[in-house]
Nanobody, 122 residues
Framework: QVQLVESGGGLVQAGGSLRLSCAAS????????MGWYRQAPGKQRELVAT???????NYADSVKGRFTISSDSTKNTVYLQMNSLKPEDTAVYYC????????????????WGQGTQVTASS
């Protein structure tokens, strides 16, 4: 089994910064893509940012210029640096990874973390 363990969420004033981390562990053969999604109360889960194994990145328009996604393949870890946080960024943030396991190298599995709360107060 694989675990995605997130950390770094919390409460911050609008304009502040937070850095999220997500570490994948388990019988991992390779990780194709990793990313962050978020879900605010009463809303659907939405993409925040993704990064491929080749370090290509993609961002939601609402976070471009404020958030930066990065990864460390040696640690199977993805980060999300969030600057200039706004109240509308308040949500539960979920880590996502598309993983190939050592016991099933022909398949790619879509895995989620448990979520971490980010609150930006006005």
């Amino acid at each position: 089994q694989v675990q995605l363990v997130e950390s770094g969420g919390g409460l911050v004033q609008a304009g502040g910064s937070l850095r999220l981390s997500c570490a994948a562990s388990g019988s991992i053969f390779s990780i194709n893509d990793m990313g962050w999604y978020r879900q605010a109360p009463g809303k659907q889960r939405e993409l925040v940012a993704t990064i491929t194994s080749g370090r290509s990145t993609n961002y939601a328009d609402s976070v471009k210029g404020r958030f930066t996604i990065s990864s460390d393949s040696t640690k199977n870890t993805v980060y999300l640096q969030m600057n200039s946080l706004k109240p509308e960024d308040t949500a539960v943030y979920y880590c996502n990874a598309k993983i190939t396991f050592t016991w099933s190298t022909d398949n790619v599995y879509n895995k989620w973390g448990q979520g971490t709360q980010v609150t930006a107060s006005s």
